[in-house]
């Protein structure tokens, strides 16, 4: 009988507090980059690839709640509990710009056009920020139910969807009226909203369950009932065949998106998943943590031939290039004194 193969992840330290949000850029001619948020309140930008770190974008007082990069993955911003929401240089470090608020930022998300900053949070007002006039005040649409969890653009940024802490469902939002358009209802508050790639569904993972709504007609398309309480849920992107999910029970699972069947169940992080998300490639995922970590899993079987790409060091042959290209692209990014945890990436 073979003996079933153990998928070992790259595993990212750095933080010291458990990360609760990632997000990946698109795929840029630099490659591909993932963003950390962390309670520790230090984001952290890394090679999407290889995981290697690249900087920590410093400047926030409170735990980092939300963390994306804009379509070029020139911009980052974040969402704190020091009341700010950020943009940051995604070359150099620098802070561009702080937008203040009047309570705790729970979420912010770029829109497509990268003209645009939403933000949400315990103030239950969702905020759009002006990216080419950031000292104007922001738009203002301040009739959510409850503090906002998620937020998320699609349709071209005229839609755009919220969740709530404390109150079930989506609610999706015209932006030129400021009015409600739909609700998707679900039986828990949802933890987790994500738009497909290819923008045909909308994944929410609410309670222990994963499901997926036709992002243009708005009907609920599959429902799967998870292991566990699960946090966050993503869909691969290229094929849209597979899904993963994490929560409470610290694994992060594989399963078929026709079927709801598990494909493979991964262990190795020591407290509960707050956020997985899958690569703009589907070749990998991304998982975090309250153990502080991020891992990195190989979305296939593993084989003798791709395995040498995840070596101890995750670099080898293709991915060294990648790695080298993208020094290029983050010299003269400041760099943290500690070092982050050994990390060998902050000599770029």
Not at 33 to 59: H, Q, V, Y
Not at 79 to 106: M, N, P, Q, Y
Not at 189 to 204: F, L, M
Not at 264 to 280: D, E, L, Q
Request: glycine share 10%.
């Amino acid at each position: 009988m073979e003996k079933k193969r153990v998928a070992v992840p790259l595993v990212c330290h750095g933080h010291s507090r458990p990360v609760v949000d990632l997000f990946y850029s698109p795929i840029t001619p630099d490659g591909f980059f993932l963003i950390s948020a962390s309670k520790d309140s230090s984001p952290m930008l890394r090679n999407g690839e290889t995981g290697d770190w690249i900087g920590t974008f410093e400047g926030h007082k409170g735990a980092v709640w939300s963390c994306c990069l804009d379509t070029n993955a020139l911009r980052a911003a974040s969402g704190s509990a020091d009341f700010t929401a950020k943009i940051w240089d995604a070359l150099t470090g620098d802070e561009l710009h702080s937008f203040e608020h009047k309570h705790i930022v729970r979420a912010c998300a770029f829109s497509e056009d990268t003209h645009s900053l939403l933000t949400g949070g315990v103030e239950k007002i969702l905020r759009i920020f002006d990216l080419n006039r950031p000292d104007a005040p922001p738009r203002e649409v301040d009739n959510s139910p409850g503090s906002v969890r998620t937020v998320a653009w699609l349709h071209s940024d005229q839609t755009i969807l919220s969740s709530c802490t404390d109150i079930g469902g989506v609610r999706l939002w015209d932006v030129r009226s400021g009015k409600i358009v739909q609700t998707l209802e679900t039986n828990s508050s949802v933890t987790s909203a994500e738009v497909s790639q290819d923008g045909r569904y909308i994944i929410t993972a609410d309670g222990s369950s994963v499901k997926f709504w036709d992002a243009n007609h708005f009907g609920l398309v599959k429902s799967y009932k998870m292991p566990c309480t699960v946090e966050s849920a993503s869909l691969e992107p290229k094929n849209g065949d597979k899904f993963i999910a994490g929560g409470e029970d610290m694994w992060i699972r594989l399963f078929d998106f026709h079927t709801g069947e598990e494909i493979a169940c991964n262990k190795g992080h020591h407290g509960p998943v707050h956020c997985v998300r899958f690569s703009p490639g589907g070749e990998s995922y991304a998982s975090g943590s309250e153990d502080g970590t991020i891992r990195i899993w190989q979305t296939g079987p593993l084989t003798h031939d791709n395995n040498e790409m995840f070596r101890a060091n995750g670099l080898t042959g293709k991915v060294k290039v990648a790695a080298e290209e993208v020094s290029c692209k983050i010299e003269g990014f400041h760099i943290a004194d500690e070092g982050k945890a050994g990390e060998e990436a902050g000599t770029a």
